[in-house]
Nanobody, 121 residues
Framework: QVQLVESGGGLVQAGDSLRLSCAAS???????MGWFRQAPGKEREFVVA????????DYADSVKGRFTISRDNGKNTVYLQMNSLKPEDTAVYYC???????????????WGQGTQVTVSS
């Protein structure tokens, strides 16, 4: 069982930056780590994923060039640096683990409880 705890969310203005963290309770060295988000009234959507080695990443088009995912396997932590934030980035952000790189929720086994990101215009 892997427990994931997200942190770093908050209220910012458009154009600002935030860095989210996701700390795992157990070694996630061989797991893909992903970030998803869910805006009010919308389905949860894929944001980005990173392979266990960190060599492969996959970004949703909506965040490409603005968000950067990274991981520190020694600390069992994955990070999401979010720059040039927009009001449409407002959502609850979730991290999750998967055995393979993927964009579908069903491919992810363990989920955190989420952290709220609110971007004001």
């Amino acid at each position: 069982q892997v427990q994931l705890v997200e942190s770093g969310g908050g209220l910012v203005q458009a154009g600002d930056s935030l860095r989210l963290s996701c700390a795992a309770s157990a070694r996630t060295f061989f797991y893909t780590m992903g970030w998803f988000r869910q805006a009010p009234g919308k389905e949860r959507e894929f944001v980005v994923a990173i392979s266990w080695s960190g060599e492969r990443t996959d970004y949703a088009d909506s965040v490409k060039g603005r968000f950067t995912i990274s991981r520190d396997n020694g600390k069992n932590t994955v990070y999401l640096q979010m720059n040039s934030l927009k009001p449409e980035d407002t959502a609850v952000y979730y991290c999750a683990t998967a055995r393979w790189m993927g964009r579908r929720e069903g491919e992810y086994d363990y989920w955190g409880q989420g952290t709220q990101v609110t971007v004001s215009s």
